[in-house]
């Protein structure tokens, strides 16, 4: 059905709907290691208004993100619920996911077939140079202006996969804010270890996204394996930090986890340096705190080990939670 849907799309309607105008918002880029947050940064950040996201809804039409985002809106939005016809799609933010699988029509959703229809991801890493030659930056940028314009908000799209590839598409993609989000290494390493037994049953088939230097991963044992993936994955972000300049935040998952009101503020200040108008003061209603995860000290202390693997053979990346404005 969801072929058959797209099938049906008119590929023009940005410019028959005047939708291709310079937006008022910029894009913004959720970067950082799979398990440190990145779907409850989405729930938060979509609950408050600050910001609009890929929803379920959004996610059925991969041919034209914009109608989908049209009709998401249509169904979800406050503002369009007229005689409430459409209430029962909207029961509000849960703050709930499975492997980054959440439950309602507004949710927050991955929109991996959007990406793909701009760009490669190898399921290793190539050169950033490499990796650009196919890259279809113009007619990313325009799908993305017209979805801005259509929510009228900045929006926010989960990054994990260009932790390799800042540089080159930060150079390619006007007007986008990068927000990198970290959680306590040690949580994230342990997190990653319990989701590939949720995802697969089995907890040594990888998880997340590889790093360029895979190579290195191979064979090592499980925790090693996945402590590895973080160090590299992190130390990737890190070192394109500097060159993305004002366009780049960094936060933590423990600081939307003590005071989400705060994270949001955080956030909203550096989206209003980028956006033409003012932004939208929050509106949804958030819990006063989130109680974060937090594994057992032997746990922790075998995490500690693993990660102690990489920064001990190849220096100490700059990977600890913590929030720069």
């Keep these: 059905m969801r072929h058959v849907l797209s099938s049906l799309v008119r590929t023009n309607i940005p410019e028959r709907a005047g939708l291709l105008k310079d937006p008022a918002f910029p894009l913004v880029v959720r970067l950082g290691s799979s ?19 890929p929803t379920n809804v959004s996610a059925l039409f991969p041919s034209s993100a914009v109608l989908g985002t049209i009709v998401s809106e249509l169904l979800t939005n406050r503002r369009y619920r007229n005689y409430g016809e459409f209430d029962s799609l909207y029961a509000g933010a849960q703050f709930q996911s499975v492997s980054g699988k959440t439950s309602g029509a507004g949710a927050p959703a991955e929109f991996w077939e959007f990406w793909l229809k701009f760009f490669s991801f190898p399921e290793v890493p190539i050169g950033p140079q490499d990796w650009s030659a196919t890259a279809d930056f113009a007619g990313f940028s325009r799908e993305i202006r017209a979805i801005i314009n259509v929510i009228s908000k900045p929006f926010l799209l989960k990054g994990h996969h260009l932790s390799h590839y800042l540089e080159v598409f930060s ?23 319990r989701a590939r037994v949720v995802r697969y049953g089995d907890p040594d088939r990888f998880f997340g996204w590889k790093p360029l230097q895979y190579g290195l991963l191979e064979g090592l044992p499980r925790l090693i394996q996945i402590a590895g993936q973080y160090y590299w994955n992190e130390r990737a972000i890190e070192e394109s930090a500097a060159q993305l300049g004002n366009r780049y935040l960094r936060v933590s998952y423990e600081s939307l986890c003590a005071s989400p009101y705060d994270f949001v503020e955080n956030v909203r200040s550096k989206l209003s340096e980028f ?18 995860r937090k594994s057992d000290e032997v746990a922790r202390r075998t995490a500690s080990s ?11 990346a700059n990977v600890v939670s913590g929030d720069t404005g």
């Design 35 to 53: 398990k440190s947050g990145s779907t409850l940064f989405s729930q938060v950040l979509g609950e408050s208004g600050v910001v609009g996201h």
């Design 306 to 316: 693993a990660l102690s693997y990489w920064t001990e053979r190849f220096g100490p």
């Design 275 to 292: 956006s033409a108008i003012p932004l939208a003061e929050q509106t949804g209603q958030l819990p006063q705190t989130f109680e974060p």
């Design 171 to 193: 150079n390619n993609v006007e007007n986008c804010v990068f927000i990198h989000a970290v959680r306590d290494p040690l949580e994230v390493i342990l997190s990653t270890e």
